[in-house]
């Protein structure tokens, strides 16, 4: 007995015992805890396609993607056999002064597997979270500057109810009140400006261009980059951006001479229904942050890219100060490569691209009556994600009480049904894989309808 409690007790069954040790020692994320310890836990043992299996052997369809970034399912054969093949040679060894095979690979794959606009992203930094994509992204463009000799640039444009990750440069550029507020002493300021969204900005996309051309033109030169989610403002709320928006920031940004940086961590490798978000408006970023699905949702490597121009100010002798001094032990481990080139192949050679179009117009065919619902608000998709915003009166645009949790209650009764789901608020999400089967889908979609009404 050494007092950790991790003994079966009695005629404990298995199961009992580790969701008895999770509430003992596990500290989880974005979770309220005293809820969560006094609630039934869920615990997962493994994975069979797009579903998860708990300890009682409770299958659940993984319809956020295990957090939106599983893209072919769980235990995929080719992703499994990379891994495995690639754990026959070596599991990591450092990118610092160093190379490694598939870091290589990977980062050569990434630059041709770029749409025409987004050519010019030739160069990849790696990273493991997509917060230290963003982090790179934010250090990167402001010491860019520095090197060409503008070294009054120290500002960022961001969207209120961005995200872009959790550690503090990227909360710095976070919009999210709930998640962000707190940490304000600690944080570099920011320029936010509201976000494009129809529905929470009634002003429309061209209040936003015109607050960002202000600030831009009123610190002229003083300006680092403009940072966001292309398309949809994934966890502040699945705020979709009207079309054209993006392409229009672009041509600000362009005029202004102020860098642009795309985070893609959440919207790209198929969500949005391309396999970059920023496609679909034919724009390129100066900076794209990936993490999440880069390796099917796999392993923990993300990546930042960048153009040979931004690139090429920090070439330099070390003494002149050009070397850009960030990195993390894990920087591109060589089993994250091996999944994401895996994971990328996949993406290409089972042709998902090509059947995302009708999935995620199903997508849209179920959520269609709801949309008569007196508690749906406003429903928004974006190609496979979606949020449906759940108030107490529609016409008035209020919300529910925050206590009642209204999509956390909706959400429970999807995963009673055997649909795995998290909200944001009073926002139901769904993030399936792109890959879901449309049969599993309908499913899915059929659960979530259910769900809603019977909630
Ligand atoms: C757009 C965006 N950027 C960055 C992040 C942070 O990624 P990570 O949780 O891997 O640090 C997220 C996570 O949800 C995200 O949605």
Redesign the pocket.
């Known amino acids: 007995m050494n007092g950790s409690g991790c003994e079966l007790n009695g005629d404990e069954s298995r199961a009992d015992r580790l969701a008895r040790l999770d509430k003992l020692y596990v500290w989880h994320p974005f979770t309220a805890m005293r809820q969560y310890i006094e609630s039934e836990q869920i615990v997962i043992e493994s994975g069979d396609g797009f579903e998860l299996i708990d300890t009682r052997g409770k299958r659940y369809i993984d319809g956020f993607s295990s957090?939106?970034c599983n893209l072919h399912g769980h235990r995929v054969p080719q992703i499994d056999a990379a891994v495995r093949d690639q754990l026959g040679r070596v599991a990591h060894s450092t990118l610092l002064g160093l190379a490694s095979v598939p870091s290589i690979e990977l980062a050569a794959r990434l630059a041709g597997a770029m749409p025409p606009s987004m050519a010019e992203l030739t160069k990849t930094f790696f990273s493991d979270?997509?917060?230290?994509?963003?982090e790179v992204a934010l250090k990167m463009a402001f010491q860019y500057y520095r090197n060409i000799g503008q070294a009054k640039r120290r500002r960022f444009i961001a969207l209120r109810d961005g995200?872009?990750?959790?550690?503090l440069g990227?909360v710095s550029v976070g919009g999210v009140e709930a998640f962000h507020k707190l940490f304000g002493p600690l944080l570099f300021e920011a320029t936010f400006v509201d976000t494009p969204n129809a529905y929470y900005n009634p002003a429309g996309a061209d209040g936003t261009l015109e607050q960002i051309d202000r600030a831009l033109a009123a610190h002229a030169g003083e300006y680092c980059a403009v940072i966001l989610?292309p398309l949809i403002q994934?966890?502040g709320g699945m705020l979709t951006h009207p079309a054209g928006f993006l392409r229009k920031l672009r041509e600000l940004t362009r005029r202004h001479d102020v860098l642009l940086i795309a985070?893609?961590?959440?919207?790209g490798f198929c969500r949005t229904g391309r396999l970059f978000a920023c496609e679909h408006e034919g724009v390129g970023p100066d900076m794209l942050?990936l993490?999440?699905g880069l390796t099917g949702g796999y392993l923990?490597v993300?990546a930042t890219m960048t153009t040979p121009r931004i690139f090429d100010a920090f070439r330099g002798e070390p003494e002149e100060g050009r070397t850009f001094y960030h990195g993390h032990t894990f920087t591109g481990n060589a089993l994250g490569c091996a999944a994401a080139m895996a994971s990328i192949d996949l993406i290409f050679s089972s042709g998902l691209l090509a059947t995302l179009g009708d999935k995620v117009e199903l997508i849209g065919r179920h959520l269609r009556p709801l949309a008569d619902h007196p508690n749906v608000g406003d429903i928004r998709q974006c190609g496979m994600m979606v949020g449906i915003e759940l108030v107490r009166d529609r016409a008035g645009k209020k919300p529910f009480a925050p206590s009642r949790g209204s999509a956390a209650a909706v959400s429970r009764e999807a995963v009673r049904r055997g649909l795995m789901i998290r909200p944001l608020e009073d926002i139901v999400v769904l993030m399936p894989a792109p890959a879901m089967d449309s049969p599993t889908l309908e499913r899915m979609m059929n659960i979530t309808v259910e769900a809603i009404r019977n909630t």
């Open positions: 957090l939106w979270s997509g917060a230290s994509a963003v995200y872009h990750g959790d550690t990227a989610e994934a966890a985070d893609e961590v959440a919207t942050c993490g999440k923990p993300a």
